[in-house]
């Protein structure tokens, strides 16, 4: 039965029978079971099972990390087991720090699965019977009531005042009314009223419906597919982490093989050389930076958290600070998705009701003037029909209420709370809603006297009335006035309004009580604009993100919505978007800003155009399951955290613990901390990493080319010495550059960083600072071979016959690697403040505005001197160095101080070269 998608909708109920082969006792029993054979279990499929190994062995993935596993494994091959170690511990701390972050799995089918309802009444051999879900088949005839969760798909044969809750799968804020007329072939899901969907809710009156879709095969199943297709993609960090490894392992081979080559050349034992020259490569890679990287998007997940965003993979941190598009979902997400009364008109008078969601507390204002209800006899009498003419209750209390039942009676009951009116008159008799009438009547027995309160249509309620109350008084409702009440109840709704209109009748018959009524007026409805977010997308677009909604609500509704929270709308609707050609497609949806009625399809089409252009980082806001699809896809998934469905929150990469929308922007503004200072730190490490290649890599070529003007003149050859060691690289790398460097992934978010547009997504990690590194790793090679040769001289007095190349020199104490190795700390200690920002330095801004840097540099300058003084003291010199005096910190920190000045030079020299590029092409 389900192998076939047949257009449901468009078919005549007998039509439905004969395809289904089924009738309207049902199905046998016998039947029932041979069809869950042929169709299986009505259940969504099973998706991959969590696989924590799997989890953990990802960490490891990654250009970045599998450079530093190959650093390790070289280092226990040339027996630095040392280095090796530290390698693969730092390698180790990383992985588990990012496995406890994401130890969350993808768990979108499961959520799906336990959505869907444990029981349901079906109609087998002629009679009621109630069965588990997972057991109804395609032609089942199931009986749905107030309350019950759809099992399957219906074709509905039978609606009484059937109302359904959609909101979870087309976004549509009413309960939609249904009935069983058929509707067009081509009519989106939120037109299909002849169709009751699984996982939907039933809000009001009875139903009764054949299943014609079951597990995967509903609209429902649908969604879980596409979650199924849609590939992870990495996010624009990891891409970029990604391009960085595969240029920093380009760069290693490239110093490897030089240094190699040159010492053989040179004369050197090929196996020393090669030592040497994979110790020195090894020395090139910031060991420290994958667990710097992952520590600080750790802290930005925490810090986030603490913000009411709940962030399941660490990357997708980063990922929204670079986000160019929001994609929004209306209801639930710019919205509350909770009904409320916000006008009555009453008595000729617009009375404005304030108060926040369901919570029966707020005022009544008229002319801007605060008011009591009960001083307007006609204000009184609607919120009291209201309350009567109503079958839904008020739950719980204290700040969280809820409504049983239809959602727009809901907030009639809780309109008239605000007012102090309860239901209190006993009920005797009713006409119920029906969708032919449009309206709703009930009676009601008060003071030994008949009522009828009656609610519908507007335009019904003052057609069948013909008298209304105005100053008290019960008046002749004039053909005037009557037009007047229309034309005001249309503006009402041209602003999105739901509107509804009330009327009574004292001591009606039964059979007339719809006729001659007395008009009360009517109600101003609307599912509000969330508090702040009109102030949010003035923030997000003075970021340069740009703002859409997409919904499938009407483009009416979404409209006035977009104009309320400050958007200019341009709106178009998913029909209208099917109709267009391809290149139409993408360009409205580039162009527009409002999608309505739109389908989880088009919600999937418009983020996979938007990210296909590659100028865009597409972040997706939603709620409902229509909505997951697209988060996942996005490059950034917003789930809401109270109202949202397990489904839309497993789907997605962000959850907003609090439903607001000005806590994505909020997020957006950490997401752009932390990239800054990703890059920042980033920048540092290459940068002192560069410094230290420089400095050993320098004396080898030197050597070489010295090597090669002695052979030719016949002269003298002078070795220069190493003015580093490889036990005091690692030092560095590890030791005193990380803790600085942790420091700057602390930086606290500037204002001017929501002032800026988005940067490019396709800008990489270091562009626009391999000048400054290079810039860095030069100063700092002229800084420490000073240092280095201050202290030679030092050395050579005491030992003229000293070779610090030879066995005996790398074993010796010498001054002049102290004061290198010592030089080279404090310069990196004191170059790390000139990282902070791009393009500025320490005369542009105060060290001491990050005091948790100033710690840790604190903290790294006593580690070196600790270094130095403390294992000759106890007689355990591994770094080889020597007590240093006040003339020598006087020299190391008078040549450090130079590292000021880097972000000067940088900047100058970019003038200089800019210049000459625009003069270039002027000529």
């Known amino acids: 039965m389900n192998a076939v998608r047949e257009p449901w909708h468009s078919l005549e109920t007998q039509q439905v029978f004969e ?31 969590f696989s924590a190994v799997k989890l953990f062995a990802d960490q490891f993935r990654g250009m970045l990390v599998t450079a530093l596993i190959i650093a390790g494994a070289l280092s226990f091959i040339i027996q630095d087991y040392l280095e090796g170690i530290a390698i693969y511990a730092i390698l180790l701390i990383n992985a588990a720090l990012g496995f406890v972050q994401e130890y969350k799995a993808e768990k979108s089918l499961e959520a799906l699965k336990k959505m869907t309802a444990l029981k349901a009444t079906v109609i087998r051999g002629g009679r009621p019977a109630e069965v588990d879900c997972r057991e109804i088949v395609p032609g089942d005839v199931v009986l749905l009531h107030t309350g019950d ?132 490569g090894v020395a090139a890679i910031p060991e420290g930076l994958p667990a710097v990287i992952t520590i600080t998007l750790a802290l930005g997940v925490f810090q986030m958290a603490k913000k009411n965003a709940l962030t399941k993979k660490m990357h997708a941190v980063e990922a929204l600070g670079a986000t ?45 003037r605060k008011i009591s209800a009960g001083d307007y006899t006609e204000l009184s009498m609607l919120l009291k029909i209201g309350a009567e003419c109503n079958d839904a209750d008020l739950l719980g209390g204290s700040g969280n209420f809820s409504i049983s039942g239809d959602p727009t009676e809901g907030c ?27 309206m709703m ?19 019904k309620m003052v057609e069948l009335s013909d008298r209304i109350m105005l100053d008290g008084k019960i008046s002749v409702f004039l053909p005037g006035a009557k037009k007047e009440v229309l034309e005001k109840a249309e503006e009402m709704a041209m602003d999105s309004y739901r509107v509804l209109g009330f009327a009574f009748k004292e001591k009606p018959l039964k059979e007339d009580a719809e006729r001659g009524m ?48 400050g958007l200019e709308p341009s709106a178009i609707t998913g029909a209208e978007l099917d109709a267009l050609p391809v290149d139409g497609q993408k360009r409205a949806i580039v ?73 994505i922007v909020t997020a957006i503004r950490e997401g752009r901390r932390i990239y800054n200072n990703i890059k920042s730190f980033v920048k540092y490490l290459l940068a002192a990493n560069t410094g230290e290649v420089l400095i050993v890599g320098l004396p080898i070529i030197l050597n070489f080319f010295i090597l090669i003007v002695s052979a030719v003149g016949h002269g003298a050859r002078i070795d220069i010495p190493l003015p580093l060691l490889p036990l005091q690289l690692l030092w560095l790398n590890i030791v005193t550059d990380s803790l600085p460097a942790l420091a700057l992934g602390s930086e606290e978010s500037r204002q001017e960083e929501m002032q800026k547009k988005p940067r490019n997504p396709k800008e990489g990690i270091l562009d626009n600072t391999k000048s400054f590194i290079l810039i860095a790793g030069i100063v700092s090679t002229i800084v420490v071979s000073a240092a280095f040769f201050y202290g030679l001289s030092h050395d050579m007095a005491v030992s003229p016959d000293l070779d610090l190349n030879s066995k005996q020199g790398l074993d010796f104490a010498s001054k002049a690697r102290t004061m290198a ?32 840097l100033v710690k840790m540099v604190l903290a790294s300058f006593a580690l070196q001197a600790l270094a130095i003084y403390l294992p000759p003291m106890l007689g355990l010199n591994v770094f080889n160095t020597v007590p240093l005096g006040a003339t020598d910190w006087a020299v190391i920190f008078a040549l450090s101080s130079t590292s000021f000045f880097i972000p000067y030079i940088d900047n100058y020299a970019k003038k200089i070269f800019n210049r000459k590029s625009a003069i270039s092409t002027l000529g």
């Open 591 to 663: 162009e527009k800003n409002v999608f309505a009625r739109v389908s989880p399809e088009h919600k999937l089409k418009i983020v996979s155009v938007l990210k296909e252009r590659g100028e865009e980082i597409v972040a997706v806001t939603g709620d409902g399951v229509n909505d997951a699809p697209a988060l996942k896809k996005a490059d950034i998934g917003i789930a809401m955290g109270i109202k949202g469905t397990d489904v839309s929150k497993e789907a997605a990469d962000l959850i907003l613990k609090d439903d607001d929308f000005a806590t």
């Open 149 to 280: 969760k759809v099992p399957a798909d219906l074709r509905l044969v039978e609606a009484v005042n059937l109302k359904i809750d959609e909101a979870i799968l087309t976004g549509e804020s009413k309960a939609v009314s249904k009935t069983t007329f058929a509707v067009a072939v081509g009519s989106p899901v939120a037109e299909r009223h002849c169709i009751a969907f699984a996982n939907t809710t039933v809000t009001y009156g009875r139903g009764k419906g054949i299943v014609v879709g079951t597990g995967m095969k509903t609209e429902f199943g649908k969604i879980a597919n596409y979650l199924k297709e849609i590939k992870e993609e990495e996010t624009p960090l990891k891409k970029k982490l990604e391009k960085l490894g595969q240029y920093m392992v380009k760069v290693v081979t490239g110093i490897i093989v030089l240094l190699f080559v040159i010492g053989v050349v040179e004369g050197t034992d090929a196996h020393e050389m090669f030592k040497t020259a994979i110790s020195l």
């Open 412 to 438: 009639l009951v809780v309109a008239a709370r605000k007012a102090g009116v309860e239901r209190k008159e006993k009920r005797v008799d009713e006409i119920p809603f029906e969708s032919e009438r449009k």
């Open 441 to 459: 009547t009930t009676f009601h027995e008060a003071n030994g006297k008949i009522f009828s309160y009656s609610k519908g249509a507007v335009e």
């Open 19 to 49: 395809k289904t082969k089924s009738t309207e006792t049902g199905l046998t029993s016998a039947v029932a079971q041979n069809r869950l054979l042929e169709s299986g279990p009505n259940e969504i499929a099973q998706g991959k099972k």
């Open 324 to 368: 160019t598009i929001i994609c929004s979902d209306k209801t639930g997400t710019l919205t509350r998705n909770e009904m409320v009364v916000e006008k009555i008109f009453a008595g000729a008078k617009m009375f404005d009701v304030t108060g926040n969601g369901y919570e029966p507390a707020g005022d009544f204002l008229l002319d801007g």
């Open 821 to 852: 190795f010592t030089a080279l700390v404090v310069f990196e200690l004191l170059f790390v403040f000139s990282c902070r920002r791009e393009n500025r330095g320490v005369f542009d801004e105060s060290p001491l505005t990050n005091p948790f």
């Open 518 to 565: 007395v008009f009360a007026g009517f109600v101003c409805m609307n599912d509000p604009v969330r508090k702040g977010v009109s102030d949010a997308i003035q923030v997000a677009t003075q970021a340069g993100i740009k703002i859409k909604i997409i919904t499938g609500d009407n483009a009416l509704t979404a409209c006035a919505v977009a104009k309320k929270i």
